[in-house]
């Protein structure tokens, strides 16, 4: 059974970073792209970024209001996925969700979200 | 980017009622079209990939129909489980854009 845990999520001041994990379990974690979405609190969903798999040289893609603060890794020996958010912003705040798979496929498989609140 | 459209925004309907989402895209996104169901506190279901395709023990009232760049999403009798948000999404590029999500709630 395919598992994704998200940990790391908390409250952060305007201006600090935060690293949250991504622990994945019932697949072969190397041969996929992982995803990461948020939602703000009563709004959809937005495209944070994703890390290919190292197949596809393990190569970062971002969407625009990220772009520049935050950084996806991976550590396929522990079968995590990781984003690193820096100069986090009140605007930040969301619940995000660790997926498998690139915005590109069907996202079948996600987490329970983790919630980061962003706040002085 | 490709922008994603839904409507309407709210729908109130009620149990046994035959139901459609529709999904506008701005370009073409060939069939690459999902629909998630949310419940509030959960994340995103899987209900149906490429257009019309219905995920592994998604029930048979959920279908989804269209091409290019217009969509829909239909539940044919409600039932008090499929009030929630629905949200459709494209994966023809690797943004993976969703719309804005539609809520379905009881009349």
């Known amino acids: 059974e395919v598992q994704l845990v998200e940990s790391g999520g908390g409250l952060v001041q305007p201006g600090r970073s935060l690293r949250l994990s991504c622990t994945a379990s019932g697949f072969t974690f190397g041969d996929y792209a992982m995803s990461w979405f948020r939602q703000a609190p009563g709004k959809g969903l937005e495209w944070v970024g994703f890390i290919r798999s190292k197949a596809y040289g393990g190569t970062t893609d971002y969407g625009a209001s990220v772009k520049g603060r935050f950084t996806i890794s991976r550590d396929d020996s522990k079968t995590i996925a990781y984003l690193q958010m820096n100069s986090l912003k009140t605007e930040d705040t969301a619940v995000y969700y660790c997926?498998?798979?690139?915005?590109?496929?069907?996202?079948?498989?996600w987490g329970q979200g983790t919630l980061v609140t962003v706040s002085s | 980017d490709i922008q994603m459209t839904q409507s309407p925004s709210t729908l109130s309907a009620s149990v046994g009622d035959r139901v459609t989402i529709t999904c506008r895209a701005s370009?073409?996104?060939?069939?690459?079209l999902a629909w998630y169901q949310q419940k509030p506190g959960k994340a995103p279901k899987l209900l149906i990939y490429?257009?019309?395709g219905l995920d592994t023990g998604v029930p048979s009232r959920f279908s989804g129909s269209g091409s290019g760049t217009e969509f829909s999403l239909t539940i044919s009798s409600l039932q008090p489980d499929d009030f929630a948000t629905y949200y459709c999404?494209?994966?023809?590029?690797?943004?993976?854009?969703f719309g804005q999500g539609t809520k379905l709630e009881i009349k």
């Open positions: 490429e257009t019309s």
């Open positions: 997926i498998r798979g690139a915005g590109a496929n069907v996202l079948r498989y």
């Open positions: 370009q073409t996104i060939s069939g690459w």
């Open positions: 999404q494209q994966y023809k590029t690797f943004s993976g854009t």
